[in-house]
């Protein structure tokens, strides 16, 4: 998987990279098929963006958050990507499983 994190207005620090890299196991265990993932982390005044978008086989998932901490914007992140990862893969199964039950129906 091809893995870039960049910062705008902020240093990206090896603690940020640790974090967000220890964060990517969460995704691999739904989905051990994954293209790429872009991670941006900016710095608005007081609130700390994480954006993030994730290619997959099929689509492309974007998310972003937003937190006064920079480590709970990057968990929140991860946590929508997660739930966005899951409902695509879900999805994908009940269109494969809706085809075998059509064609033992009419086949």
Not at 37 to 55: F, I, N, P, Y
Not at 68 to 97: G, T, W
């Amino acid at each position: 998987m091809q893995f870039q994190l960049s910062g705008q207005q902020i240093e990206v620090t090896p603690a940020l990279r640790n974090h967000v890299e220890s964060r990517l196991d969460r995704l691999h265990r739904l989905d051990d098929k994954l293209i790429s993932l872009a991670v941006v982390l900016s710095v608005d005044k007081l609130q700390h963006r994480a954006e993030a978008t994730l290619g997959v086989t099929g689509a492309t998932l974007h998310a972003q958050a937003a937190e006064a901490d920079m480590y709970a914007s990057i968990d929140m992140l991860f946590d929508k990507l997660v739930n966005q990862l899951r409902r695509h893969r879900e999805k994908i199964a009940d269109k494969h499983q809706r085809a075998v039950r059509e064609e033992r129906q009419y086949g």
